[in-house]
């Protein structure tokens, strides 16, 4: 066979598609995110339950971790990375056709198991199929698809939904979209008694004076109800006795079935239905969605795009009250990231093989030059692997700091992943297509972290060692994150938050290419299983963070208590970090034969 005198560049196309499956990987992922505020609606999920469902993926894919590492060690990355793809690609699909909360729980519990194995056989992809010196940045690279993709997940997520709610979709109201009526009915009331700057009636006013005697004494006796109801919330929160629960507003009676469908038709009759109920100047206080600033900007809108215009500013005003009429487009964002994630399982099948020698197109001089780079004294990543070394992972030192530093670090990290689009909305009331942007900038930003971090920490090894060269970037880094939630304290505007939060996106992904190489260095032939142990540990910490975040939320009434928190975990990241040493291997009989 005559072989080519340059080495071919098959290695390239590997991290190519391994980098494809990251994008997908982090898709499909959080794009939950950007639809749990339809999902919540729709299913009736309380705050906690939501918290749970976005945790419940953590746990799942923590405990996954290792034996699916081991499994990608024992039978190979092609095989089981294809499988892995295939598996939570259908679980993604699957999440389209949930009804309920426990049958939403147990796809998010089956998706992650279906992720846990994507990033440790990704590791055990790069220490056999790149030079010694470029693993930093071939895994920076790997890592930055995955951040590609958490980035594109909320902007396509959000124009998906709305472009699956087109205007031959009705926008009418429907007895069951008024989510609460005594709020609404509340709300009503309050906005009716003040009138514009020109003395005009407000929307609110209008609506009312325009109900019929009986939707109107519904109005009003749910008005009172809801402010019985937040009273006595407040005399609870000041007192435990008895006494306080006996102002319970049950006694007043609650809107009937036949009460609810009377208000929400003529609601469709007075406003839906009506062409030009609403003018700019209405709304100019309720964040509204870009599509209805598009609306409002036509001459001659259709009646489609009347009623959706009206549809889209009713919400505005009534946040908490009325479903979100593009909750109607999350299902199928599902079944098409599904699908995608298909075809990326045939596309990963096709490109990658377990190793160089057995890649039909890598040439000699590409497999020499590969198995050459790694130093005499490096751990082997070769060879046929026996159980998970389970003595050395829970005996070293350096590797219980990583493990630890992970999990603080996915701590403070989660909050820009699951529940930004919730504080953006809730704290800032962002409409939907700007959150979308706005979650997805620090995202964007942790890009170029990523891409120096990998060039950083194999320049570093070149300069101080291998030990400072794993350990600084991961430690340094993670203290400019807790400096950026210090900020978030001082009550900053959505813009300046997302720049802070931009701060942490790239400190955390800069360390991310030298935590990633640090495993490969350590872990020899059992990459994927040491990669699996860490991730298993940030991912619980993930799981605890998400649920933690609802809670305080729900407790204090205020992000500030989030801020805090996830600055003291970077901190203890970044004090673990400083402790992890890449010069002392897992299991030191993984070297090659000749060398030990």
Request: proline share 5%.
């Amino acid at each position: 066979m005559n072989e080519r005198q340059t080495p071919t560049s098959v290695r390239h196309f590997v991290v190519a598609a391994t980098a494809l499956m990251a994008v997908l990987l982090y898709l499909d992922r959080f794009c939950i995110s950007m639809a749990v505020r339809f999902i919540q609606e729709e299913l009736l999920l309380t705050r906690f339950q939501v918290g749970v469902i976005l945790s419940s993926f953590f746990y799942s894919y923590a405990l996954g971790q290792v034996p699916s590492g081991w499994l990608t060690d024992r039978f190979g990355a092609r095989k089981m990375l294809t499988i892995y793809i295939v598996l939570w690609s259908l679980f993604t699909a699957c999440t389209g056709i949930v009804y309920g909360f426990f049958a939403l729980l147990v796809i998010r519990v089956g998706f992650g198991l279906g992720q846990a194995g994507a990033y440790p056989t990704a590791a055990n992809v790069i220490s056999k199929w790149v030079l010694f010196s470029a693993r930093g940045a071939a895994s920076g690279i790997v890592s930055l698809g995955g951040r590609f993709g958490g980035w594109l997940a909320p902007i396509l997520t959000g124009w998906l939904i709305v472009q699956f709610v087109p205007f031959n979709v009705p926008s009418t109201l429907r007895p069951e979209d008024l989510l609460d009526v005594s709020r609404l009915s509340h709300e009503l009331t309050q906005r009716a008694a003040t009138s514009t700057s020109d003395g005009e009636q407000t929307p609110a006013a209008r609506i009312l004076s325009k109900l019929s005697p009986s939707s109107r004494a519904t109005v009003a006796r749910n008005a009172v109800r809801y402010a019985s109801e937040v009273e006595r919330i407040k005399q609870e929160e000041k007192s435990s006795l008895e006494k306080h629960r006996k102002q319970s507003p049950t006694e007043l009676v609650a809107p009937s079935d036949d009460d609810i469908s009377r208000l929400s038709r003529e609601l469709n009759q007075i406003v839906i239905l009506h062409p030009g109920f609403f003018q700019a100047s209405d709304a100019e206080h309720f964040p509204l969605e870009s599509e209805a600033r598009r609306l409002f900007s036509l001459e001659q809108p259709t009646a489609q795009e009347s009623q959706r215009l009206n549809r889209l500013v009713l919400e505005a005003m009534h946040r908490e009250s009325v479903l979100k009429v593009y909750g109607a487009g999350w299902r199928k964002v599902m079944f098409v990231y599904g699908a995608f994630g298909l075809i990326v399982a045939v596309v990963y099948w096709l490109v990658v093989r377990d190793r160089p020698q057995i890649h039909p197109r890598c040439n000699a001089q590409e497999i020499t030059w590969i198995e050459n780079s790694r130093p005499s004294d490096s751990t082997n990543p070769h060879g046929q692997v026996g159980m998970v070394p389970w003595r050395e992972l829970l005996t070293n030192y350096s590797m219980w700091c990583n493990c630890i530093s992970q999990w603080w670090t996915n701590c403070g990290w989660v909050f820009l992943v699951t529940w930004l689009p919730t504080y953006l909305d809730e704290e800032h009331h962002v409409p939907i297509a700007m959150r979308g942007l706005m979650t997805s900038i620090p995202v964007m930003v942790g890009w170029l972290g990523m891409f120096c971090g990998g060039f950083l920490t194999d320049r570093l090894v070149t300069l101080i060692g291998l030990r400072w060269g794993r350990a600084l970037p991961i430690s340094l880094s993670r203290f400019f994150a807790m400096a950026a939630y210090l900020y978030c304290l001082t009550n900053p505007s959505p813009w300046a938050a997302v720049a802070a939060f931009s701060l942490v996106a790239f400190s955390t992904d800069m360390g991310t290419p030298a935590a990633w190489a640090f495993q490969q260095d350590v872990g020899g032939r059992y990459t994927a299983s040491v990669l699996g142990w860490a991730n298993m540990w940030g991912n619980f910490g993930a799981a605890a963070a998400t649920m933690l975040v609802g809670w305080l939320v729900d407790r204090t009434e205020s992000w500030n208590a989030v801020f805090i928190a996830s600055a003291v975990a970077f901190c203890l990241s970044g004090l673990f970090a400083s402790q992890i040493d890449a010069t002392q291997p897992i299991a030191p009989d993984t070297r090659p034969p000749a060398e030990k």
